[in-house]
């Protein structure tokens, strides 16, 4: 938890150094090209059958992968769980 902690606090800070303001519309869309990038990495070209095949709501994964809705943290563990990864790796920058 304590990785996570200094994990969130660094990319906070970079971000708001970089930027001067968090965008969180574009950290949501940044996110939804992670979440795309790692389905299709796992060999998933349709979102619907990913989220079929791993009890996930077509719609929220729908969503999330296109950067239109806000994610909760136990929705960003079940994802992370989905692709075999913990958090941390599941937010890293490099697939």
Known sequence: MV????FCTYMYEEKVASKGQL???QELMELGRRIRAL???KG???AEKFAL???LSRVHYGRWG???KNIT???LLILARA?????PEFLAVEI
């Open 73 to 75: 943290y136990k929705s």
């Open 3 to 6: 990785g996570l902690a200094l």
């Open 83 to 87: 692709h075999g990864m913990t958090l």
């Open 66 to 68: 296109a950067g239109k």
């Open 44 to 46: 998933y070209k349709s």
């Open 53 to 55: 095949d791993h009890n």
């Open 23 to 25: 965008d969180h519309d």
């Open 39 to 41: 389905r299709i990495s």
